[in-house]
């Protein structure tokens, strides 16, 4: 682990680390003895990192305040005149209380016109697909989508964010073409996926008592080929796209996992897809 000891932190050290941990795993490791440099973080420790258990006190509760406070409440004042524009515009029918929440929030920033844009992608969702799906039985496509993307669920980080895992390397892309014509065709299958962890987000919300919103993807990069993106590109980009459009503002970190030196060329073709905000 880079011959380095990992760094001795007081308790208020170790709640903050909670809070700001996915600076460390983004830069591929935790901080070591001197304070400065970052030592390789296994998948196993990213794991043991986020399930650290700490016992509430003061300053942990203020420090669950920052994070879930601005997550779980309702609408905002000053976010009403966005949330009643996506009211007016597309009704209870075309979107939900939740979604107009979340899109208020995840296109913070961006225009009017990719904001509407977005609206009209899930208000189209829901008429297709939607939750909906969730009491239809598991089909054949489900279960070659989750052979060819095996993501498997971890339990819940301190604030009850759910941590689902995916190692790019067992990302069969090759495969995703093959079995679904249409880079399209996967919108079905994941959104089951991506729907099943919503409902699990709902279930925490009742039993911790506050609303949790979104969850963590832990993606570990190693062994990850670079040319299995560049041939199948489009199977790759209607993966993001899926979370992107259907699911706004669902995600609170992305951890990455052991990078390695193809991942600044990985990321300029998935930062394309990925919300700027």
């Not at 909906?132 to 980080?157: A, R, V, W």
């Not at 990069?221 to 199977?235: D, E, I, P, T």
């Amino acid at each position: 682990e880079a011959g380095a000891r990992r760094q001795t932190t007081s308790s208020a050290q170790e709640r903050k680390e909670g809070k700001d941990g996915a600076e460390a795993v983004v830069k591929g490791g935790v901080k070591t003895a001197n304070g400065k440099e970052f030592a390789p973080l296994s998948t196993e420790e990213c794991l043991e990192l986020l399930h650290k258990q700490i016992k509430i006190g003061e300053a942990d509760q203020q420090l669950r305040d920052e994070v879930l406070v601005p997550e779980s409440l309702g609408v905002q004042p000053s976010e009403e005149e966005v949330y009643q524009k996506l009211q007016k515009k597309f009704g209870d029918e075309g979107l939900t209380h939740h979604q107009r929440i979340e899109l208020t929030r995840a296109y913070r920033g961006i225009s009017e016109k990719e904001l509407l844009e977005g609206a009209s992608a899930l208000s189209k969702w829901n008429l297709e697909i939607g939750y909906k799906i969730l009491d239809t039985k598991i089909s054949s496509e489900d279960e070659k989508f989750n052979l060819c993307m095996p993501e498997t669920f971890h339990g819940t980080d301190n604030f009850g964010h759910p941590v689902t895992f995916l190692r790019l390397s067992e990302l069969k892309l090759k495969d995703l073409r093959k079995q679904f014509k249409k880079p399209s065709d996967v919108n079905k299958p994941f959104s089951r996926t991506l729907g099943s962890i919503r409902m699990v987000k709902e279930a925490i919300s009742s039993h911790l008592g506050y609303k949790v919103r979104k969850h963590i993807v832990i993606a570990d990069l190693q062994g990850v080929s670079m040319m299995s993106f560049a041939r199948n590109k489009a199977y790759a980009k209607a993966l993001f796209q899926v979370p992107y459009l259907f699911f706004p503002d669902n995600v609170y970190r992305i951890y990455i996992v052991n990078p390695t030196k193809i991942f600044n060329l990985l990321w300029k073709i998935v930062r394309k897809w990925v919300d700027p905000v």
